[in-house]
Structures are given as structure tokens and as C-alpha cells.
């Protein structure tokens, strides 16, 4: 990560790390942020926003270590039994919805608006690992996505290295994920 409120934080590119940027300080979500990086333990305690569209509901959890897989961070959530109640009943259609017709996605950050991509995130990896390699605004804010609604979430494809690859038939297609 190269800006934490302002400080370097290390160097993202020579460490495969993420890029996140500081937008001005009147801005609400750099008044939210509570991201701070633990020196001593090399580690980020996120400030993280959970969107879970189809129920019309966000939660924001403060200091999320990125060791915790996203399987972990989701568990207080969506877990049928070690969820909370109240929330369980909130998110009852993800929690009714089978491990797998849920996908995680976080917004490509620098498209133009007309372009909007995402990435699909594992759910079996660390926050760290999935936040590698990728730009954000202040804080990662994470689309909670049921199968039915993945099409609305466009995928931000691979790097070709032969731009002409797609036309011929040799690419998976635009908004293909590489893994």
C-alpha cells in the first residue's frame, strides 16, 4: 500500500501489495476510514464496507485483519448458526443460499464511469490476497452477490499482451476473468 491517510506505508509494487489512494479529507468516505497498519506485525486492520445488495443492506466492520479469509469476515453475517439473529434475519436470503451461489466482488477502481468492471474475489483467501494487485479507494468495499445477480457485476479482464487476440478468437471473451 503506498498512502495510509497521507504516510508511506511501504512500497506496494516491489512487495505485490495493494495501492490504495487518499481522496481529501471533507470527503465522507476519507472521514470514515479507520484503516491503520500494524508496523510490527506487517499487517493492515482494514476499515471495510459489506454491501449485500440483494437485501438492500451495508454494514461497515472496523479493524479487519487482513489474515482473516473472506469466508471468516462473512461468518457474523451469513452463517446459518454463528450468525447474529437480527442480521441472519436481515440477510436471510444469503443465508438460505448455498456456499457457492455466492460470489464476493470489489469495484475496478480508474475506469471511466461509462466502464464500470469488477473483481471477483475468492472467498477461500485472505483479505491480503485478494486485495493484491488491486487499486482502492481508501477502504475496500465488497459487493456480497447472489447467483442470480453475477451478470450485473462486468469483470475486469486480464492484461492481453497480444491485442488482437480477442478478434481472432483466442481470448476468453471481454469481462472474462483470468485466475
Not at 62 to 83: F, G
Not at 117 to 134: G, M, V
Not at 161 to 168: F, I, V
Request: net charge positive; aromatic share 8%.
Amino acid at each position: 500500500m503506498t498512502l495510509l491517510n497521507g504516510k508511506e506505508a511501504g512500497s506496494p509494487r516491489q512487495k505485490g501489495e495493494h495501492h490504495s489512494e487518499v481522496p481529501p479529507h471533507h470527503l465522507t468516505k476519507s472521514k470514515e476510514n479507520s484503516t491503520v497498519f500494524i508496523t510490527k506485525e506487517k499487517m493492515f486492520l482494514w476499515h471495510l464496507k459489506l454491501i449485500f445488495p440483494q437485501s438492500s443492506t451495508e454494514f461497515s466492520q472496523k479493524r479487519v485483519s487482513d489474515r482473516q479469509t473472506l469466508e471468516q469476515i462473512l461468518t457474523p453475517y451469513i452463517h446459518p448458526t454463528e450468525s447474529d439473529p437480527v442480521t441472519r434475519q436481515k440477510l436471510k436470503m444469503y443465508v438460505q443460499t448455498p456456499h457457492d451461489h455466492v460470489k464476493i466482488f470489489m469495484k475496478a477502481e480508474g475506469r471511466k464511469a461509462n466502464s464500470v468492471r469488477y473483481h471477483h474475489l475468492d472467498i477461500s483467501k485472505t483479505l491480503k490476497d485478494n486485495l493484491s494487485f488491486k487499486t482502492m479507494i481508501e477502504y475496500p468495499v465488497l459487493h456480497v452477490v447472489l447467483r442470480d445477480h453475477w451478470k450485473e457485476y462486468p469483470l475486469k479482464g486480464p492484461v492481453s499482451h497480444y491485442p488482437l487476440a480477442e478478434h481472432r478468437g483466442l481470448s476468453g471473451g471481454p469481462g472474462e476473468e483470468g485466475s
